[in-house]
């Protein structure tokens, strides 16, 4: 029987982001809060879900094997990961393949940022490859990867999201997966090549669904589909990291005697990508045109998505802007949420459901990097319910996973009803409300800290969606940011830039 081992350790780090991300919050989708899990409680935990990971498990067990599950560690977006953290998950792996591996199977994100580690995924590819020089390693990334050639140089297999929202997760473990297993049979020698593009793309304007991505993604699907390749995979970048290897990617696994056809693939699609740079640029509009708009668009449900403010892509989700303005316009039958603020659940929990009570909603961070200061609402409402912020996903991006929000509650204040949770959360099942005694169907207005996460569970609902570009420190105003270690000349702070692509074989 051969050992494989399987790990999870994904964090996607905003750098400009003041929110800590220590060990203890890599407890994501976990049982029990307060930091990772371990062997059978991960696989437990993992087993059945819409992950890589559990496709991991489904092509062991095909193979008459257990998976050996060295760690499942997963943090809700933030700032860079604590070095002791990622000291602590890296040896874990690296001990367990020490202790013996035919294979190892990596769940990882790709966006991770350390204290000190610009590119954590591949230091800890490095660490695994001098241990193993000849171990077979596959990996599934998130769509938002910022790839390395370190990462490249000490992979067999790499394979990434095709969806965003992220719906072929499942399948993305699998891609890798078996790609792998037909390497370790001697079926195939997979060689990867890739490329990366200076381009700094808007998180608005890169899902795969529509374009400008959607024929480049299309095309490298259908170039793995076909046999042409063995995996085909194109990455939209995170953008929110002030680091050298940002940008879009491409990423080919062939055999080695179609490397030249490959290589024409890998051309054709940084070629696309580079021609329509830009249209991967979002422009905002104010806050107040927005709310005036979706308020003249009829009957609802209209989501109202704030995305500038994304637990998702490292925000707070208590920034209170977007609230403030539908409140000043008038809006109503609106559902929000969900809101971080501790300090107002203890209060509704204290005062009990049925309780009128005023709270400072809110407006509890500060973000040095962009000079906002938290400015908390002032609203009056009812406590409707207090819960433990708990529901299994039903959705199909995380299909069967456990979400936890902490103890949460719902304020309604007459036109709004409000969820406000202990822990960050972004909306992308709509049990995040239902769980709480609030439908988002019977909404006119449905306001969500969201991208495009929010379309997994909420379109089926939806009539409408008006992208709210408020204030936070996930805006696609690239102005407003810091920059200091990011590669240079880069598209679109740098609008001459100019681009070699991969050479013609």
């Known amino acids: 029987m051969k050992r494989f081992v399987v790990a999870v350790f994904k964090h996607e780090t905003n750098t400009f982001s003041p ?251 940084m070629s696309m990508a580079w021609e329509r740079r830009r249209d991967f640029v979002f422009e905002t509009e104010p806050v107040a045109t927005s709310i005036a708009r979706a308020k003249g668009l009829g009957d609802g449900p209209i989501v109202l998505a704030d995305h500038s403010d994304v637990a998702g892509s490292g925000g707070s989700t208590d920034v209170t802007d977007v609230l403030r303005e539908i409140i000043a316009q008038g809006l109503e039958n609106v559902c929000a949420g969900p809101i971080w603020d501790p300090d107002s659940v203890a209060r509704m929990a204290e005062a009990g459901s049925g309780a009128e009570i005023t709270l400072s909603l809110g407006g509890k961070t500060d973000f040095p990097a962009i000079g906002l200061k938290g400015e908390p609402l002032e609203v009056r409402g009812t406590v409707k319910r207090i819960t433990d912020g708990t529901f299994t996903v039903t959705a199909p991006m995380k299909t069967g996973t456990r979400i936890c929000m902490g103890r949460s509650a719902v304020l309604d204040t007459g036109p709004m009803e409000i969820l406000v949770t202990s822990e960050r959360h972004e909306p992308f099942d709509t049990g995040c409300f239902t769980h709480a005694g609030v439908d988002p169907a019977q909404k006119n207005y449905i306001v969500l800290k969201s991208r495009q996460h929010f379309r997994a569970g909420f379109e089926p609902i939806l009539k409408d969606v008006v992208m709210v570009s408020g204030r936070g420190i996930c805006s696609s105003d690239y102005s407003l940011f810091p920059w200091r270690n990011l590669r240079r000349p880069i598209f679109p702070l740098d609008p001459e830039t100019t681009v070699d692509l991969p050479p013609m074989p």
């Open 19 to 269: 929110l800590p991300t220590p060990l203890e919050a890599f407890d994501r989708y976990n049982p029990r809060p307060g930091g990772p899990v371990y062997g059978e409680e991960a696989v437990a935990t993992y087993r059945g879900t819409n992950t890589p990971v559990a496709a991991y498990i489904d092509l062991i067990e095909e193979e008459a094997s257990e998976p050996v599950f060295a760690i499942a560690a997963s943090a809700t977006p933030g700032g860079p990961v604590a070095d002791s953290a990622f000291e602590h998950c890296a040896a874990v792996i690296c001990d367990t393949v020490t202790a013996g591996c035919d294979g190892l199977f990596l769940d990882l994100h790709g966006g991770m940022v350390t204290e000190t580690h610009d590119d954590p995924e591949g230091e800890l590819l490095r660490r695994i490859r001098a241990i193993a020089p000849g171990l077979p390693i596959a990996v599934a990334f998130d769509f938002h990867t910022n790839l390395s050639q370190t990462t490249v140089d000490n992979a067999t297999v790499i394979t990434g999201y095709r969806t965003y929202p992220h719906v072929d997760t499942y399948e993305t473990g699998m891609r890798a997966g078996r790609t792998l297993m037909r390497a370790m049979r001697g079926e195939v020698e997979p060689v990867i090549i890739w490329h990366s593009l200076p381009i700094l793309s808007h998180l608005n304007r890169q899902t795969p669904s529509r374009q400008p991505m959607k024929d480049i993604m299309d095309l490298a699907i259908a170039a793995e589909s076909g046999g042409e390749v063995l995996n085909a995979s194109v990455f939209g970048c995170f953008p929110l990291a002030d680091i050298p290897h940002v940008g879009m990617h491409g990423v080919i696994v062939a055999e080695g005697a179609a490397e030249a056809s490959a290589r024409r693939l890998l051309h054709e699609l």
